[in-house]
């Protein structure tokens, strides 16, 4: 996997939404002590589901545009197939590493060492998050100064970059305020700091967070479909998990907002992997439909669409059965049912299928779907020659063909032989 993410902060990513709080599961369900009002359930629900959209479509839109960036630390990360595979097994070891961790050491002091982790990585993703708004929100005339952080190894022509990151004042703002919640969030834990840290994770896992093609996202999300089912249905490891793991892993909201207002306790609870893990599959398609070139985003409303529809069948057979359900289970399904069934009809599903996300062609750039074949005599040459100038906007054969050190000094009968031949061809 490519490796242009800060370790860290790729770490929290893929392992704490993952391998923790995948599908929660308690999601979206109240304790057994509180029975919630028809209006305090459908506020918690409708909340949950508009708190998972924010970062899906944002950070896809945010998705076509960070490859683009020159500060390292928003390049994106690329899953390749290979990563795909492993993953449901690496987050099967870690969920069930901290299950062992919570059974055998205080659950008080590993929540105590994992908030403190998750205030430094909630502080720098939350300010990462609020750069491009913060950007717009600064008057033309704020003083913003360049600066940049920068590590090396050695000296010399073996002189190595460890660490290169550039920021301005703007960026220190943000930092700023990132970290005031954050202190919040230490001393409090307040439902609404988790959530603000919950929502700049899920974001910026679909903006850095890159599926090289689709077939690894089938893959991905094959895997981790099995895995969300057997950690829920199988086992009680996950809801042990979710329940002791204190972290910002999670979108919660009050089913008692009404009755008890921001000091609610009664919670319907969403994980973080069953938005990152659509979310990026969702992104993958949308960059699927800028590389068309149609001025048209059917996959990625399409898979947008299918995603409501998963996760408003998730909350209805969880409030049916009062059982937790892993959500995955309906997600993974509808999200990638539905483009393919789109793109099957459409007859792009082989275009779909061989799209490379690590390859994006500018859309200025020609591109080349056929390459002539050349052979026989030179009249076919010549309209192999033509076929490439219609294919790459260029005429080859009008082309002015620059001499080099052979010929430089041929004679002047030499250049108007080459005048009159090139007056024939035109």
Same mark, same amino acid.
């Given at each position: ?230 950690w829920v249905f199988g086992t009680n490891v996950m809801v042990t998990v979710a329940k002791s793991f204190e972290a910002p892993i999670k979108l919660v909201f009050p089913q008692d907002l009404l009755e008890k207002g921001l000091e609610a306790s009664n919670f319907a609870m969403l994980g973080l992997g ?64 539905? !483009?393919?069934?789109?793109? #099957? ?5 082989? /275009?779909?299928? &061989?799209? =490379?996300?690590? *390859? $994006? ?34 005429? !080859?054969?009008?082309?002015? #063909? ?5 010929? /430089?000094?041929? &004679?002047? =009968?030499?250049? *108007? $032989? ?9």
């Open positions: 996997m490519n490796d242009r993410l800060p370790a860290s902060a790729s770490t929290s990513i893929r392992l704490s939404v993952n391998a923790t709080a995948s599908s929660d599961p308690e999601a979206l369900n109240a304790t057994a002590k509180f029975v919630a009002t028809p209006e305090g359930t459908a506020l918690a629900y409708g909340s949950l589901v508009f708190m998972a959209l924010l970062p899906i479509f944002f950070g896809a839109l945010r998705s076509v545009t960070c490859s683009k960036s020159k500060n390292a630390a928003d390049m994106p990360e690329t899953i390749t197939s290979r990563d795909a595979a492993r993953f449901p097994i690496i987050a099967s070891c870690t969920l069930f590493g901290l299950y062992l961790f919570f059974k055998v050491f205080s659950q008080e002091y590993i929540n105590l060492l994992l908030s403190v982790y998750f205030f430094v990585l909630g502080v720098l993703a939350l300010s990462h998050t609020m750069s491009p708004l913060m950007s717009r929100v600064f008057p033309a005339s704020f003083p913003n100064k360049q600066y940049q952080l920068l590590f090396t190894q050695g000296s010399g022509e073996s002189k190595e970059e460890i660490v290169n990151y550039e920021f301005d004042t703007k960026n220190l703002v943000c930092l700023l305020i990132s970290s005031v919640v954050g202190v919040w969030y230490l001393l409090k834990k307040h439902w609404i700091a988790n959530n603000l840290f919950g929502l700049a994770f899920a974001l910026n896992g679909v903006e850095l967070l890159h599926l090289n093609n689709v077939s690894t996202g089938c893959i991905l999300l094959g895997g981790l479909f099995i895995y969300d089912v057997f069953d938005i990152v893990i659509p979310g990026i599959f969702i992104a993958l398609l949308l960059r699927f439909d800028v590389s068309l070139n149609k001025n048209s985003r059917t996959y990625f409303y399409s898979s947008f669409l299918a995603y409501i529809f998963g996760l408003g069948l998730t909350i209805f057979v969880m409030h049916t059965f009062k059982h937790a359900q892993p959500a995955l289970l309906y997600l993974v399904p509808a999200c990638v049912g539905f !483009p393919v069934i789109i793109a #099957l009809f459409k007859g792009e599903l082989t /275009e779909m299928f &061989s799209y =490379e996300s690590s *390859e $994006e062609v500018l859309p200025t750039s020609p591109r080349l779907t056929s390459f002539p074949t050349v052979s026989g005599s030179p009249a076919s040459l010549a309209s192999s020659m033509d076929a490439v100038s219609v294919a790459t906007g260029s005429s !080859p054969r009008h082309r002015r #063909l620059q001499p080099t050190s052979m010929y /430089e000094e041929s &004679s002047e =009968e030499t250049k *108007e $032989e080459a005048t009159e031949s090139e007056k024939k061809d035109q």
